[in-house]
């Protein structure tokens, strides 16, 4: 028996006090492998619908169709100013092109127009003829802008007494004198 210890390799679970042989199931003993097992009948499970309550027709509510329609109506009109919105800045972008247009063609019509007349040619026409003369230094005034501005009121004197009805003569009166 010493010679069979020395030959096995060391196991160190061989001293445990139960024995496991690698199997997870439990051994059963004669007896308990002989008795007939216990048929279990299969369960019937009974077919019932369940009931359900249904719910009580209810009436409409005339505050609820008179809400709906009113959301209905008002995305009616935000759709429409939507359209008219894109409507709008589509004429806006096609304006600003055309004005982009109209302002090259306007440079274009004022730089020929300058280039129409030449003033130096009708200066020496006009002075040429006597007609026009150029200013002296004596007809050349300069206004200074520097001091501030005032305004001197002088009263005459004359309280005004009259009413509407003697303004209406004295206008009737003046026009009188011309005839």
């Keep these: 028996?010493?010679?069979?210890?020395?030959?096995?390799?060391?196991?160190?679970?061989?001293?445990?006090?139960?024995?496991?042989?690698?199997?997870?199931?439990?051994?059963?003993?004669?007896?308990?492998?002989?008795?007939?097992?216990?048929?279990?009948?299969?369960?019937?499970?009974?077919?019932?619908?369940?009931?359900?309550?249904?719910?009580?027709?209810?009436?409409?509510?005339?505050?609820?169709?008179?809400?709906?329609?009113?959301?209905?109506?008002?995305?009616?009109?935000?759709?429409?100013?939507?359209?008219?919105?894109?409507?709008?800045?589509?004429?806006?972008v096609s304006l600003d092109s055309e004005m982009t247009r109209l302002r090259s063609e306007e440079a274009t019509l004022r730089a020929r127009y300058e280039l129409a007349y030449d003033l130096g040619a009708i200066e020496s026409a006009v002075t040429a003829d006597g007609s026009m003369s150029r200013p002296q230094s004596s007809q050349m005034v300069y206004v200074d802008l520097t001091e501030p501005d005032s305004v001197v009121v002088y009263d005459r004197g004359e309280e005004v007494t009259g009413g509407f009805v003697d303004g209406v003569q004295e206008i009737i009166q003046n026009v009188l004198a011309y005839f």
């Design 1 to 92: 028996m010493a010679s069979a210890a020395k030959r096995r390799p060391y196991d160190p679970y061989r001293n445990i006090s139960y024995a496991y042989d690698g199997s997870a199931a439990r051994v059963l003993e004669r007896e308990e492998v002989l008795q007939p097992r216990p048929q279990v009948r299969p369960r019937r499970q009974t077919v019932a619908r369940p009931k359900v309550k249904v719910r009580e027709a209810g009436y409409v509510s005339l505050f609820a169709v008179s809400g709906f329609a009113a959301v209905a109506a008002l995305a009616v009109l935000i759709l429409m100013s939507f359209v008219q919105l894109s409507t709008i800045s589509s004429s806006v």
